[in-house]
């Protein structure tokens, strides 16, 4: 096990902009709260922190992990004895002038590629839009090496978000927002062409056993 140390989980603060993925894997978690039942935080290796400016540490790396410890201990707010409650961490040091939030991500990036459960796809393209509108002068080639993409590819999400953007006549709108709009309407669009292909796949199921053909005209 590599060296840690035990940080008070309420010292921890989790930004969503400081991970490239876009939600966490219940399996995954529940999995890890399984390794953890044994009553060992350190049944798994340490979470990654960085200090943050202001006192506390940001979580850099082991989201399902911090997840798994949290519902392990029964974390809340009002806990009486929360102060108590930690996770084995290894505090990484920041670089000089750089924003916390910002090297956290970098760090999920260049991880992603090397642990079990890769970025998706969608992800990938979420955070090559990301990196594109908080660093516009980054170069198609450097933001498809951190992200895992084709630099062409890339190319083509900068201009289809150019083009979208001088349609739309969002020139003044925080590049964030266009960041995040992008996401939820590509998000929506994949969960509801997999809830389709389900109820396809289960169209007659209903009708062989109830005689009803609802299944059947909703997946039409």
Known sequence: MDPFERIAIELIERNPRAWPRLQLDQERVAEFIGLYEGGDPVALPPIDLLPLPGGGYLLAEGHHRLEALIQRWGYRDDHPERSHMWAPARILELPDGRDPVEVAFELGLQTAVTVSKPLTLLERR????????????????????????????????????????????????????????YVTAAEIALRLARGLDRLWEARGLSELILGDKTGRRLAK
Request: proline content about 4%.
């Open 126 to 181: 979420a955070a090559a839009l990301r990196l594109m509108a908080e660093r516009p002068n980054t170069s198609d080639r450097e933001i498809a090496r951190l992200v895992g993409l084709s630099h062409q590819t890339v190319g083509r999400l900068r201009k289809r978000s150019t083009d979208r953007a001088e349609s739309d006549g969002i020139d003044d709108q925080e590049p964030t927002d266009s960041y995040l709009a």
